[in-house]
């Protein structure tokens, strides 16, 4: 089982809708996960972090917890056409210091 | 300077070339991370700084030689590359040397002819 996983998409959502982006891990231990933007040829994004169980809301960007079942999510209200981009999911790695990234789930936000 | 910067953006380089690539962080950090991202495909770690301390080599050719003189400067020395290395490199930053936040440059996307 990969540390990071995520569905690769494309995930197609019309304007306006509510994108929601999963992510699931492996490792029980992990306690901290961030969700990266990446825009073709770009460099990947920071966007959201969260750290405890629950959301976390930010613009309309929602990050959820749940440790439990080993999954977080990222909620984007409000779809816009610029939401278009590959939505990279990362968790620290058991061991040594890096993240593990998802494979990035492509969305597309169609008008 | 703001953020993590890479110099150059773009270079194209022969099978026989030696460049380098440069980071440089203003975030105050003290790790740093080189990963490379072919066309279409995950990020695939390269290697990882700690205090200027390489703590991680993820099985790279020894084609690529990083060097990391400081917290805050992180290079990598390119030779002999092959055409399957053409890609973009990206690097990182990161407050401690595993489990918070990473912040990316914009990345130089290599060409090898």
């Known amino acids: 089982q990969k540390e990071v996983e995520q569905n690769s998409g494309p995930l197609s959502v019309p304007e306006g809708a509510i994108a929601s982006l999963n992510c699931t891990y492996s490792d029980r231990g992990s306690q901290s996960f961030f969700w990266y933007r990446q825009y073709s040829g770009k460099s990947p994004e920071l966007i959201m972090s969260i750290y405890s169980n629950g959301d976390k809301e930010d613009g309309r960007f929602t990050a959820q917890l749940n440790k439990a079942s080993q999954y977080v999510s990222l909620l984007i209200r409000d779809s816009q056409p610029s939401d278009s981009a590959t939505y990279l999911c990362?968790?620290?790695?058991?061991?040594?210091?890096?993240?593990?990234f998802g494979k990035g789930t492509s969305l597309l936000v169609t008008p | 300077e703001t953020g993590v910067t890479q110099t150059p953006r773009h270079l194209v380089m022969g099978m026989t070339n030696k460049k380098s690539l440069k980071c440089e962080q203003h975030l105050g950090h003290n790790a740093m991370y080189w990963y490379k991202q072919s066309a279409k495909k995950p990020l695939e770690l390269m290697f990882v700084?700690?205090?200027?301390?390489?703590?991680e080599n993820n099985s790279v050719p020894s084609r690529f030689s990083p060097e990391c003189p400081n917290s805050s400067h992180l290079f990598l020395h390119l030779h002999t590359l092959q055409p399957e290395d053409s890609a973009l490199y990206l690097c990182?930053?990161?407050?401690?040397?595993?489990?918070?936040?990473?912040?990316f440059g914009p990345g130089t996307r290599l060409t090898v002819t």
């Open positions: 990362a968790a620290p790695k058991i061991s040594g210091y890096a993240l593990n």
């Open positions: 990182a930053s990161s407050q401690t040397g595993g489990g918070l936040e990473q912040y």
């Open positions: 700084y700690n205090f200027k301390e390489q703590t």
